[in-house]
């Protein structure tokens, strides 16, 4: 209740509590507060009236002064300050013209509520709100499970639920205090508890894939979940569960060998269980350096007595294309023949020397008998084994010169040749290719697609065979190269998974080194074989102009690759013929009539190697 009546004019005040309000006002600069108020009601500009109020002042004419000063004239009274007041929040001047009123709870945050519990999701508003009334005004501090939320000091509360740890209860605490921060009254509202809605583990940060440690160095390996209620873990090694490491964080000391294994943690709440990616920890052992790294790509799909392939071309094309990415040189082709096979091997096999690391890819039609057989384009329709190129002669041909590092995959069918459609290469007498290696064929890794008498598939409709898209994977990834097949046939495995698995990868090896496909590459002068190779793999887009004499005409030519990384398919583009009809590259006609004809040397232009293939 006021002092006054409300209706009485500020000019009426007695002059001690006059004075006392120009003091209240002046202190902490609330006359501001109360000025720019007043500015946003009376539509005022805020900055000219604050600059009004300021001229003229001394130490007896203040802005406060000013302030009243011009509400006087303007015949407010005291019912209509102390409304201003109040929205102002200015409690330590209202008090000047109020008697104390005795604080009330007027609002609960449970009022409304059926029940005084709510139950919330994560990412979801917790909003409550209470109201309270009395002089001098109230002031508001919120608490959860008895311990105050700083920062939440208005009468509403609002806050988003992010963690678990917010259930529980929640109140307002509602004080009153005198001008010189005296404790007059304090009230607590009722409580709201706040249950927060199950949710499943979801991982939000995995274990890596790899990770390697040298010998007596710690390693820590983690996991981040988001869960209510909380989660529990397990960690397993290789499918073996460790004692006591039931937390998110795995700390092994003190590694060696015996602590290699594959690491994965199994976390539970009352609503769902996961498992993490393994983690594979391996001993980080030396880097090992490549004097070259080749690789040579064979994609046979068009051939010309057998079901041609859709896939070999792209599947090899994204082999190629990775490798490269990762410091490969790529010799590329498509289609060759039983004869450009056998010298692509050779060239191949003449630069493979020491320290130099090889990979072999080849994909297209393939057969098993005894060893693996692949089939060039152009096989006759009853083939015989000597009819195609037998594992025993690659290996031969590319383990002549001793490679640091030598890898050949085979993305082809291991099935046995059917007695019905060629029963004369079960009579056939097989010469055996014998081949050597000074290093007793260490550091070599076979891969193949699938196992022995078994099919490789094409799958319908897909640009990509089904190995070659998950070799795509990993095949340019930082690990080691045994680790990138054993990759490769799991995520096969898994993509198969629940159904009859006739593809089933393989590979075999006589690893003795760490050997990685992203091995850098020694700064030193290249051998003469490697120096010969970069001449017969160069190539780059050449442009010229070709002459119709007869004619007069002329064009510009401009002979390119046709899809990265082939070399054996070249674009040959002419332009400012586009008005003209017929053969691009021999001859031009107009209407049907021949009118024009040039000679277009394409082999002038086109890597070198094709020659040496072709001859």
Same mark, same amino acid.
């Given at each position: ?19 006392? &309000? ?336 090889? &990979? ?256």
């Amino acid at each position: 209740m006021a002092k006054f009546d409300e209706d009485m004019y500020l000019e009426q005040i007695p002059l001690t509590v006059y004075k006392e &309000l120009i003091y209240e006002l002046d202190k902490n600069s609330n006359w501001k507060v109360l000025a720019c108020h007043l500015a946003e009601q009376l539509g005022y500009s805020r900055n000219s009236w604050l600059q009004s109020l300021q001229q003229g002042t001394s130490s007896t004419k203040t802005p406060a002064a000013n302030l009243l000063f011009e509400l006087n004239i303007k015949m407010c009274t005291i019912g209509i300050l102390c409304t201003l007041l109040k929205d102002c929040e200015l409690v330590n001047v209202l008090s000047v013209l109020y008697h104390p009123e005795l604080l009330t709870i007027v609002k609960h945050p449970s009022d409304n509520m059926e029940h005084n519990t709510i139950e919330l999701s994560f990412d979801q508003h917790l909003c409550l709100s209470c109201k309270a009334t009395g002089v001098p005004l109230p002031t508001y501090k919120w608490y959860h499970n008895n311990i105050e939320l700083l920062e939440q000091q208005e009468h509403e509360l609002d806050i988003i639920i992010t963690s678990s740890n917010q259930a529980g209860e929640y109140k307002c605490k509602v004080s009153q205090m005198t001008n010189d921060g005296s404790i007059i009254s304090i009230l607590m509202t009722k409580s709201v508890f706040v249950n927060i809605s199950p949710v499943p583990v979801v991982i939000q940060q995995q274990p890596p894939i790899l990770l390697e440690v040298r010998e007596g160095e710690d390693f820590v390996i983690s996991c981040t979940v988001h869960s209510y209620p909380e989660p529990h873990y397990q960690w397993f090694r290789d499918n073996t569960k460790l004692e006591g490491e039931t937390s998110n964080i795995l700390h092994i000391k003190q590694f060696n060998s015996k602590f290699e294994g594959k690491y994965y943690c199994y976390i539970t709440n009352n609503v769902s269980e996961v498992f993490t990616q393994r983690c594979h920890v391996m001993e980080d052992l030396p880097r090992q350096k490549a004097v070259a790294k080749i690789a040579l790509i064979i994609a046979n799909g068009d051939y010309e007595n057998h079901k041609c392939l859709k896939t070999p071309k792209n599947d090899a094309a994204k082999i190629g294309n990775l490798l490269k990415e990762i410091g490969f040189k790529v010799i590329c082709f498509a289609n060759l023949s039983f004869e450009q096979m056998r010298k692509a091997m050779k060239i191949f096999g003449e630069v493979l020397t020491e320290g130099v690391y090889g &990979l072999f890819y080849y994909a297209g039609h393939g057969f098993k008998m005894q060893e693996s057989y692949m089939l060039a384009v152009d096989a006759p329709e009853s083939y015989l084994r000597k009819d195609a190129i037998c594992e025993s002669e690659l290996l031969a041909t590319l383990l002549q010169n001793d490679p640091a590092l030598l890898v050949t995959i085979l993305d082809m069918c291991q099935t046995v040749p059917p007695k019905e459609c060629n029963p004369d290469i079960h009579n056939e007498i097989p010469k055996v290719k014998e081949f050597k290696s000074r290093k007793n064929l260490r550091n070599l890794v076979q891969a193949y697609s699938t196992s022995s008498h078994r099919p490789s598939y094409e799958r319908i409709n897909s640009k990509y065979g089904l190995y070659a898209t998950h070799l795509s994977k990993y095949i340019s990834k930082d690990i080691p190269v045994t680790k990138i097949f054993e990759e490769v046939g799991k995520s096969i495995d898994t993509w198969l998974k629940g159904t009859e698995r006739n593809q089933i990868p393989m590979f075999a090896l006589t690893i003795t080194k760490p050997f990685r496909l992203t091995d850098a590459i020694y700064k030193r002068n290249p051998s003469s074989a490697l120096n010969n190779l970069n001449k017969l793999i160069a190539f780059s887009a050449n442009s010229f102009e070709i002459n119709f004499k007869q004619a007069a005409i002329s064009a510009k030519v401009t002979i390119s690759l046709f899809m990265e990384p082939y070399l054996n398919i070249i674009k040959v583009s002419i332009c400012n013929l586009e008005h003209l009809e017929g053969p691009l590259v021999v001859s031009v006609s107009k209407n049907g009539t021949p009118i024009g004809a040039t000679l277009l040397h394409i082999k002038n232009y086109i890597p070198l190697i094709l020659e040496n293939i072709n001859n």
